[in-house]
């Protein structure tokens, strides 16, 4: 069966580093998405992509933070500057026209 | 916007027997789809199962049925013979359904989650 993929499965980075993290969606999907879930809360909706561009992006998501689908193939989100609030586990989901989002197994972000 | 409100953070039920988790929303769209997923420790987000708003049938996936109330805006899940690996937290999640407007934009919003623990 298809299905997302995420890597790292955890990463750990001190204050003020750049992050990317990155996901192979479903090959025959179109549109793209970044959540995040901050320990202990709830799955916030930070971006989604079609065409090769944002369609639409949450509050949560400022300058620091960019998408890009470099290769056809790879979806990622970069965090230029990390603060200690980024911390939390980052997921992606894919989708086609006519089905629902499916998830990645998430990639655990730790900010020091 | 919308907002989806599960007010059970926790919940627990004795193996075997039947669970129901509770979730509201606020819309003002008439056409949506509603969802629960379930994240177990592994914490990957899991679709359980999927409502449209059109249909008046609830949807059921084996031991998995909601009852939607539409016009109560009330979507609960319950889990019959609950088993332990349906341990995990559960979220309620909306999605706006497609149209011209909001083409490519149909985020999810998630309720804050339901952790349920199954008794042995």
């Known amino acids: 069966e298809p299905e997302v993929t995420q890597t790292p499965s955890h990463q750990v980075t001190q204050m003020g580093q750049e992050v990317i993290l990155r996901c192979v969606p479903i090959s025959n999907h179109l549109y793209f998405y970044w959540y995040r879930q901050i320990l202990g809360q709830k799955v916030e909706f930070l971006v989604s992509?079609?065409?090769?561009?944002?369609?639409?992006k949450s509050e949560i998501f400022d300058d620091q933070f960019s998408v890009e689908r470099p290769d056809g193939s790879n979806f990622t989100l970069k965090i230029r500057s990390t603060k200690l609030e980024d911390s939390a586990m980052y997921f992606c989901?894919?989708?086609?026209?006519?089905?629902?989002?499916?998830f990645g197994q998430g990639t655990r972000l730790t900010v020091v | 916007a919308q907002t989806v409100t599960q007010s059970q953070p926790e919940m627990s039920v004795q193996e075997a027997e039947t669970v129901t988790l509770s979730c509201t929303y606020d819309t003002s769209e008439s056409d949506y789809y509603l969802f629960w997923y379930k994240q177990p420790p592994s914490r990957q987000m899991i679709l359980v199962i999927r409502?449209?708003?059109?249909?008046?049938q609830n949807a059921t996936e084996n031991r998995f049925s909601v009852n939607f109330q539409k016009a109560a805006k009330s979507f609960s899940l319950k889990i019959s013979d609950s088993q332990l690996g349906d341990a995990a937290m559960y979220f309620c999640?909306?999605?706006?359904?497609?149209?011209?407007?909001?083409?490519?934009?149909?985020?999810?919003?998630f309720g804050t989650g339901t952790r349920l623990t199954i008794i042995p």
């Open positions: 992509f079609y065409n090769n561009e944002i369609s639409e």
């Open positions: 999640a909306y999605r706006s359904a497609w149209s011209i407007s909001n083409f490519g934009n149909e985020k999810l919003t």
């Open positions: 409502q449209e708003a059109y249909k008046q």
């Open positions: 989901a894919s989708r086609a026209m006519n089905t629902e989002a499916f």
